[in-house]
């Protein structure tokens, strides 16, 4: 079955620290790769995707993945993370079915907490 | 942005009866609506697909005949909630795939649903 594996649950780091999570797929074929993330009391808000191109992508508020195909990973970078990050970020996966929209599978999450 | 709202966002319902909860996209068409559902601390599942003039694909181990979902607008989809039970207090959350939107999945604030 697909799943999403996300390593850290919970993260706690100081500001300007930098951050990695790590996000792993279950298996190849053609993905489309998210990070989405939920600050407390508010909706999912795309930080970025992958298509296609190039496996580095930049996203909103200085975070960046990139996309490792023969890992099957897609880790969320930021190198100086700041008070304002503390939130949910989950990763997200849907295959490519040939058809139209797929659904997203979502890893469990990573609680971040910034401390000042 | 594209937008999407979710009515009610918070319910209390009595076992037994029915709840219905909207999706709607505000400022653009949704040709798929997905709906999730996500536990306390835990992250996203995906529940069906809803498909604007067809019927709903459901996951495996979603009762299609509990979660009743009609999409029968490309800005509006419903999930109905029948017979509501304690154990489906949970938080539902709607998205939408925006024709044209880059692959990219909007989600709703989502609704909390509680049943005593």
């Known amino acids: 079955a697909q799943s999403v594996s996300q390593h850290n649950h919970h993260v706690i780091l100081s500001e300007a620290a930098s951050l990695e999570l790590g996000c792993n797929y279950s298996?190849?074929?053609?993905?489309?790769l998210f990070w989405y993330v939920q600050y407390p009391g508010q909706h999912l808000q795309l930080l970025l995707k992958y298509f296609s191109g190039d496996p580095l992508v930049k996203g909103i508020k200085g975070f960046e993945a990139e996309f490792i195909k023969s890992k099957f990973s897609f880790n969320l970078r930021k190198p100086s993370v700041q008070w304002s990050d503390t939130a949910e970020y989950f990763c997200?996966?849907?295959?490519?079915?040939?058809?139209?929209?797929?659904?997203?599978?979502f890893g469990k999450g990573t609680h971040l907490i910034i401390q000042p | 942005g594209a937008v999407v709202s979710q009515h009610p966002s918070r319910v209390i319902c009595k076992s037994g009866t029915s709840v219905k909860i909207e999706c709607r996209s505000l400022?653009?068409?949704?040709?798929?609506m997905f709906w999730y559902r996500q536990f306390p601390k835990q992250s996203l599942m995906l529940m069906a697909t809803?498909?604007?003039?067809?019927?709903?694909?459901?996951e495996q181990g979603v009762e299609k005949d509990k979660f009743l979902i009609n999409h029968a607008s490309l800005t509006l989809s419903t999930l109905t909630v029948t017979s509501a039970h304690p154990e489906d207090s949970s938080f539902y959350i709607c998205?939408?795939?925006?024709?044209?939107?880059?692959?990219?999945?909007?989600f709703g604030p989502g609704t909390r649903l509680t049943v005593t």
């Open positions: 997200a996966v849907t295959w490519y079915s040939g058809g139209g929209a797929d659904g997203l599978t």
């Open positions: 400022d653009f068409q949704a040709t798929t």
């Open positions: 298996y190849g074929g053609t993905v489309n």
């Open positions: 809803s498909n604007e003039g067809s019927k709903a694909t459901y």
């Open positions: 998205s939408a795939f925006a024709l044209g939107g880059g692959y990219e999945q909007y």
